[in-house]
T-cell receptor
């Protein structure tokens, strides 16, 4: 399977704990995006990487959130001191793009986070 | 900031019939992309169709076509010969081409039910 993979698929944690999610993009893709999707809503953009560089962060990405993409391959999204409002599906997508020309973003299955 | 509005939370269609999903958006930009994404239950988001704003011709992909009205900022999706596999959440989405964030802005979605 050469699609985008995400681990874990489900995560249950207690309020105040830290969690980390991993995304493995399609291997030749240079861009990697993170989105958050709450129940009944569309995905909301969080941040994206071009290779290892984090180029954009939305205002939704509070200072409790940090994302990395070392060596331009897989990416991790960490949430510190989780709050109940962080409960959501976290989606990763990857694409092979240059400049502003769009090329299809391929989405992973998501990691569902539940904060108790 | 760009916004995408889907005013139909749920729609239903008889198998083999045609259905149209509505979408409006707001932007001050002149160059952008518009998309329809499909998210089947518990499955990954996939791109259905895309439209570049500078193209006057409406995009088509097999049974899927759009009605793009740039002046009215309207972007509807028509599904012809509906099939059971079309049942899913459909998200209208926007992406800047000229200067805004490269993350995709999604609407809240329309849940499509296909009745056998």
């Amino acid at each position: 399977d050469t699609g985008v993979s995400q681990n874990p698929r489900h995560k249950i944690t207690k309020r105040g704990q830290n969690v980390t999610f991993r995304c493995d993009p399609i291997s030749e893709h240079n861009r990697l995006y993170w989105y958050r999707q709450t129940l009944g809503q569309g995905p909301e953009f969080l941040t994206y990487f071009q290779n290892e560089a984090q180029l954009e962060k939305s205002r939704l990405l509070s200072d409790r959130f940090s994302a990395e993409r070392p060596k331009g391959s897989f990416s991790t999204l960490e949430i510190q001191r989780t709050e109940q409002g962080d409960s959501a599906m976290y989606l990763c997508a990857s694409s092979q793009e240059t400049g502003r020309t769009y090329n299809e973003q391929f989405f992973g299955p998501g990691t569902r986070l539940t904060v108790l | 900031a760009q916004t995408v509005t889907q005013s139909q939370p749920e729609m239903s269609v008889q198998e083999a019939e045609t259905v149209t999903l509505s979408c409006t958006y707001d932007t001050s930009e002149s160059d952008y992309y518009l998309f329809w994404y499909k998210q089947p239950p518990s499955r990954q988001m996939i791109l259905v169709i895309r439209q570049e704003a500078y193209k006057q011709q409406n995009a088509t992909e097999n049974r899927f076509s759009v009605n793009f009205q740039k002046a009215a900022k309207s972007f509807s999706l028509k599904i012809s010969d509906s099939q059971l596999g079309d049942a899913a959440m459909y998200f209208c989405a926007y992406r800047s081409l000229s200067g805004g964030m490269l993350g995709v802005t999604f609407g809240t979605g329309t849940k499509l039910q296909v009745i056998p």
